[in-house]
């Protein structure tokens, strides 16, 4: 079956502009995460979704960060303002629940670079 | 808070041969999961090793294994028998009990395998 998707697989954008990352998760799974990976640096964790709610947004990193979910399936992470430091590899991930027997599957990332 | 450290920035090893992979971790609880994923050049987080901590047997999975020393907090992986395709970023993850969640990774081990 199909895995994790990600959507645009890079996106090179200006700074100041808003920049939007696509998340389509393995069907069924209700679970899904949102990660950061900064050049030299491990994944820092941003957001989660159970079904279409978020019910911690404490990780997203500035209120320049949104993110949403729909029809509990796919979800898009919004960069409002977009600033270099922004500039990373965003990983989503999707698992069956929010158990920690429950793996977590990884799309193939979006590389964003803000010039 | 819990914390992952990968004190090996970057490994080698020689096709056929063994390596270690170390992995240390700082938690105040009993009951948790420890996780090694691989990152391939094409960035797709793969899970390659999961180990229970309430469980003493150290998990095995074909050529990997892991050596894990609950009361040092340590959580190594050992590759046998390494192959090319093993060359890629290694990640080592903590899944905390009442976690909503998300992992907390290290910031990995660049293994190269030579031929």
């Known amino acids: 079956g199909a895995g994790v998707s990600q959507s645009p697989s890079n996106k090179v954008t200006e700074k100041g502009k808003d920049v939007e990352l696509r998340c389509d998760p393995i069907?069924?799974?209700?679970?899904l995460y949102w990660y950061r990976q900064s050049l030299g640096q491990g994944l820092e964790f941003l957001i989660y979704?159970?079904?279409?709610?978020?019910?911690?947004k404490s990780g997203l990193p500035s209120d320049r960060f949104s993110a949403e979910r729909t029809g509990g399936s796919v979800s898009t992470l919004t960069i409002q303002r977009t600033q270099q430091e922004d500039s990373a590899v965003y990983l989503c991930?999707?698992?069956?629940?929010?158990?920690?027997?429950?793996?977590?599957?990884f799309g193939p990332g979006t590389r964003l670079t803000v010039l | 808070a819990q914390t992952v450290t990968q004190s090996q920035p970057e490994m080698s090893v020689q096709e056929a041969e063994t390596v270690t992979l170390s992995c240390t971790y700082d938690t105040s609880e009993s009951d948790y999961y420890l996780f090694w994923y691989k990152q391939p050049p094409s960035r797709q987080m793969i899970l390659v090793i999961r180990q229970e901590a309430y469980k003493q047997q150290n998990a095995t999975e074909n050529r990997f294994s892991v050596n894990f020393q609950k009361a040092a907090k340590s959580f190594s992986l050992k590759i046998s028998d390494s192959q090319l395709g093993d060359a890629a970023m290694y990640f080592c993850a903590y899944f905390a009990s009442g976690s909503q969640g998300n992992l907390i990774f290290g910031k990995g081990t660049k293994l190269s395998v030579k031929p």
């Open positions: 069907s069924g799974h209700t679970a």
């Open positions: 991930a999707s698992s069956l629940g929010t158990a920690r027997t429950d793996t977590q599957y």
């Open positions: 979704f159970q079904g279409n709610s978020a019910p911690d």
